[in-house]
């Protein structure tokens, strides 16, 4: 998932009146690992079906986490699927604030969003983007509250959950691993608008082009 600028904006703010270092959820990854990769954007065919479900959790999976990690920082996103470097597999990764600005930092194997309570339905109609639509943003209704469960790295179960920008992120990822992109969910116009937005915009990252 693409940050967003006004959000970004709001999370500086809120670190320059802190007095102390903001909360962080989770280990930052170790860097000295890992490559980045090109993103594949919208029209690849990785992007528009299922992926496949991880079974084997091994040195090969750890590898491909310590690329995503590379490949979201170098192009400077707070989220990423496997199937956004051309991977067929279940797993995203993430850096990401909520909206009380504490940071969030992981990787999920195998998500499956939990249903919620019609009392957690609280929608949140802010704008989104997408490393693979790059340069465009839409306003996108979601629930400001989200949970996953699944898997660690190594096999482990783990559920995460988060509100507001976080909750989004965690949403836009499980999507990304279904087969869905964000205009997917948008309305006709509104999927014409994004598209437009991202030809006439250029990239600030390497992306895969389509054939």
Request: aromatic content about 6%; charged content about 30%.
């Amino acid at each position: 998932m693409a940050d967003e600028h006004d959000h970004e904006h709001a999370h500086d703010h809120e670190q320059d009146e802190a007095t102390a270092a903001p909360k962080v959820v989770g280990e930052e990854p170790d860097l000295s690992k890992g490559t980045a990769r090109p993103i594949t954007v919208v029209g690849n065919p990785v992007l528009h079906r299922e992926t496949r479900t991880v079974t084997a959790f091994d040195a090969d999976l750890s590898a491909l986490i310590d690329d995503m990690f590379q490949s979201m920082y170098a192009a400077e996103g707070v989220g990423l699927a496997a199937n956004q470097i051309g991977v067929d597999a279940k797993v995203f990764v993430y850096d990401c604030p909520d909206d009380e600005g504490v940071r969030h930092i992981g990787h999920v194997v195998n998500p499956v969003l939990e249903d919620l309570p019609s009392a957690r339905r609280v929608l949140d109609d802010s704008p989104e983007g997408c490393l693979s639509v790059p340069t465009a943003y839409m306003e996108l209704a979601r629930p400001d509250f989200a949970a996953v469960t699944g898997q660690d790295k190594d096999g482990n179960p783990v559920r995460v959950e988060g509100s507001g920008f976080f909750a989004r992120c965690l949403q836009h990822e499980t999507d990304h691993l279904y087969g869905y992109l964000y205009i997917d969910r948008l309305s006709k116009r509104d999927r014409k608008d994004a598209l437009r937005q991202m030809a006439e915009g250029t990239p600030r990252y390497a992306t895969v082009p389509n054939e």
